[in-house]
């Protein structure tokens, strides 16, 4: 069996200098933004944190291969591969909205091995690794390992959610709207938090209808050493389906039931 552990350490070093570079970046009346083709924003602490992170990886782990959010690269389901969000959560960074975090993966064969999920504005990290578990912790002092919840009832359920568009696309925003009625709490706190939440027991789920690799591979490895189940919308497991709900496991089936298509 393989020991992530000195990967894990890495991705926590990477997010360290990944969190200086944002801090400082975070609320600057000088930050560059810029629109990418897709329309969506990149500033110019999204470029300078994925630089840092290619080259840092260059020198440690030269013959792994790296895909990243802004400057691009192939999925593999051979061997191994980081995948890295310099900035989840973009669009809140440039309006000074806190909930941001750098995602840093290790994937083996496509399959999450490592996870780590740094929020410096939120003063969060959480991070996990192939069978040592989940965990987070607030204030660099105090570290706990995270579980998810035990609510097995949708009726008693909280739900969270990024926004509304993107639903319709599948053909499924009644469904969505339908699945929000039927739990106890629905926030959108949304991005890379609804999963955090998830994994600390916090939220019981969270779903979206058009999501990247880059958004879901260090998620997946944290839901999952939490002891939840994370999949794409139509039950694949993993983070590759371009969708993504995430639940404590005892409501996933419930979930992706209300979401089909063909129901």
């Not at 944002?22 to 600057?28: C, D, V």
């Not at 840092?52 to 440690?60: F, K």
């Amino acid at each position: 069996m393989t020991d992530y552990s000195a990967d894990l350490a890495l991705a926590l070093r990477l997010a360290d200098e990944a969190d200086i570079i944002t801090r400082r970046r975070f609320l600057a009346l000088d930050l560059s933004v810029d629109s990418k083709p897709d329309l969506t924003p990149v500033s110019d602490a999204d470029l300078a944190v994925e630089t840092m992170i290619r080259a840092e990886l260059g020198s440690e782990r030269p013959n792994d291969a790296l895909l990243g959010e802004e400057f691009g690269g192939t999925a593999t389901f051979s061997g191994r591969q980081w995948v890295v969000d310099p900035i989840d959560g973009t669009k809140n960074f440039v309006r000074g909205v806190p909930v941001w975090a750098t995602l840093i993966a290790l994937l083996e064969d496509g399959v999450p091995q490592v996870g780590v999920v740094s929020a410096p504005a939120l003063n969060r990290r959480w991070w996990a690794a192939h069978e040592q578990g989940a965990w987070t912790t607030s204030d660099r002092d105090t570290v706990r390992r995270i579980t998810v919840s035990r609510v097995d009832s949708l009726a008693s359920s909280s739900l969270s959610f990024s926004s509304l568009s993107g639903w319709s696309d599948l053909g499924i925003r009644d469904k969505f709207l339908d699945l929000t009625d039927a739990v106890w709490r629905v926030r959108g706190y949304g991005d890379f938090f609804s999963y955090c939440l998830v994994a600390e027991g916090a939220v019981d789920i969270a779903v979206e209808p058009e999501v990247s690799l880059w958004d879901l591979a260090a998620l997946d490895i944290l839901v999952r050493e939490a002891g939840g189940t994370f999949s794409a919308l139509d039950g694949t497991a993993g983070p590759h389906g371009g969708s993504a709900g995430a639940t404590n496991g005892l409501l996933h089936n419930e979930v992706l039931g209300h979401l089909s298509p063909s129901t």
